[in-house]
């Protein structure tokens, strides 16, 4: 089974551009999670899809951060402009939305993207 | 409002030992879930062991244990015949069971190192 997949794995921009990331969760996995790790702390959530809704994006700093899942599939999630704080590993993880708790609540992790903003 | 603390920033156990990584969280509500990541150098995160918090029975998976009181609101994974392929980050996670905010939050990771 192909796991979760994010591109691009590393991505250096200066402050003010823009910048995307793409996640490609696991197969028939229904829910997306879009995490903020920056250096030193937990992964922060930023935004939850269950298909292509939005379950919970409270902690998304809408100002500058967009997210979409079209087609409940792949997601891309935006910056634009960036800042020198948003420099962080963004974790994209996936897991299903039906069957036992277990499976419901177990996440699968992609590599993440750097991002280093100068 | 919900918060994970892990107080150990760094351990460290030799090889073949057993160590023990501290949670402790703070939530008013009665029914949630708790998790244990860890996260290799790679960055890739993984699920160790998750735990139910209506079950009073400790979740194992293998070489992996949980010591689970929820009176005390901890949460801590014990490691036994640590392996060098154990050492990563391990991050504590909390989640709510009820429908609402599905947020899980995270603490800020122990970095165990495992010595030869």
């Known amino acids: 089974e192909a796991g979760v997949a994010q591109s691009p794995r590393y991505k250096i921009i200066e402050k003010r551009q823009s910048v995307a990331f793409w996640c490609n969760p696991i197969s028939g996995h229904a829910t997306l999670y879009w995490y903020q790790q920056i250096l030193g702390q937990g992964p922060k959530l930023l935004i939850q899809?269950?298909?292509?809704?939005?379950?919970?994006d409270s902690q998304l700093p809408k100002d500058r951060f967009s997210a979409e899942r079209l087609k409940g599939v792949d997601s891309t999630l935006k910056i634009q402009p960036a800042k020198l704080e948003d420099s962080a590993v963004y974790l994209c993880?996936?897991?299903?939305?039906?069957?036992?708790?277990?499976?419901?609540?177990?996440?699968?992790f992609g590599p993440g993207t750097r991002l280093t903003v100068l | 409002a919900q918060t994970v603390t892990q107080s150990q920033p760094e351990m460290s156990v030799q090889e073949a030992e057993t160590v023990t990584l501290s949670c402790t969280y703070d939530t008013s509500e009665s029914d949630y879930y708790l998790f244990w990541y860890k996260q290799p150098p790679s960055r890739q995160m993984i699920l160790v062991i998750r735990?139910?918090?209506?079950?009073?029975q400790n979740a194992t998976e293998n070489r992996f244990s949980v010591n689970f009181q929820k009176a005390a609101k901890s949460f801590s994974l014990k490691i036994s015949d640590s392996q060098l392929g154990d050492a990563a980050m391990y991050f504590c996670?909390?989640?709510?069971?009820?429908?609402?905010?599905?947020?899980?939050?995270f603490g800020t990771g122990t970095r165990l190192k495992v010595l030869a």
């Open positions: 899809f269950q298909n292509n809704g939005v379950v919970d």
């Open positions: 993880a996936s897991s299903l939305s039906s069957g036992t708790w277990i499976k419901r609540e177990t996440q699968y």
């Open positions: 996670a909390y989640r709510r069971a009820t429908s609402g905010t599905y947020k899980y939050i």
């Open positions: 735990q139910e918090a209506y079950k009073q």
